[in-house]
């Protein structure tokens, strides 16, 4: 079946040490994007790529990379993770944003 | 700028009452898309409905029934003869249309739905 797959499904990560992120698509969808949705609160987007073209939210931080190698794969790289970046990590896709289909996410754990 | 507004923040049904979680909503565009989303506490998304502007047909799928109003700027979602299974929170957003470099979910806060034996 064709659908958003997001790796690992838990990530623990060290205060402070990178860390990545997957997401592949078998849609051949055009639009990827990346949500951050932190307990109890309504998942926010962190940026998109439409195709090739990278488009940053104005308030996300820095710490925060994307990186789109083809149009099956997107990366979420965070530099130096804080404990404030623990959170639920959504990539979902959209072909021209009609109609999404969401990963089951990766539940970052930052200690 | 748009908004989605979610003013319960959790309900607590016993199984088979009907319920219905509120949504409003606020955008400047005159095309559209709302949604509703159904998140278990596994925590996947699961997509339950869309409906753009133009379409203010209600719609019923089983169980489910949303009541689109552009007067009242609603997108309220009913369950009917609700079961433990629907436990979990549902989110309401918005979006806009795609204006050729891609848009996006602008979410409401959601609502946790409890349904207890």
């Known amino acids: 079946d064709a659908m958003v797959i997001q790796n690992p499904r838990y990530q623990v990560t060290q205060f402070g040490k990178p860390v990545t992120l997957s997401c592949s698509q078998t849609?051949?969808?055009?639009?990827m994007y990346w949500y951050q949705q932190k307990s109890s609160q309504a998942p926010k987007l962190l940026f998109h790529?439409?195709?090739?073209?990278?488009?940053n939210e104005a308030d996300t931080p820095d710490n925060f990379q994307s990186r789109r190698p083809n149009t099956s794969f997107c990366f979420l790289d965070i530099r130096s993770p804080g404990l404030g970046d623990a959170a639920m990590y959504l990539c979902?896709?959209?072909?021209?944003?009609?109609?999404?289909?969401f990963g089951s996410g990766t539940r970052l754990t930052v200690v | 700028a748009q908004k989605v507004t979610q003013a319960q923040t959790e309900i607590s049904v016993v199984e088979k009452e009907d319920v219905t979680l509120d949504c409003v909503y606020e955008?400047?565009?005159?095309?559209?898309?709302l949604f509703w989303y159904k998140q278990p506490p596994s925590g996947e998304l699961v997509f339950l409905i869309r409906?753009?502007?133009?379409?203010?047909q209600n719609e019923i799928s089983g169980r489910y029934s949303w009541n689109f109003q552009k007067s009242t700027s609603s997108f309220n979602f009913t369950i009917t003869a609700s079961q433990v299974v629907d436990s979990a929170v549902y989110f309401c957003?918005?979006?806009?249309?795609?204006?050729?470099?891609?848009?996006?979910?602008?979410f409401g806060t959601g609502t946790q739905l409890k349904v207890e034996l």
């Open positions: 979902a896709t959209s072909r021209d944003g009609l109609g999404y289909t």
């Open positions: 849609l051949n969808h055009n639009v």
């Open positions: 790529y439409y195709d090739k073209d990278f488009n």
């Open positions: 955008t400047r565009d005159t095309t559209y898309y």
């Open positions: 409906r753009n502007s133009f379409d203010e």
């Open positions: 957003a918005l979006s806009e249309a795609w204006t050729g470099g891609g848009n996006k979910l602008t």
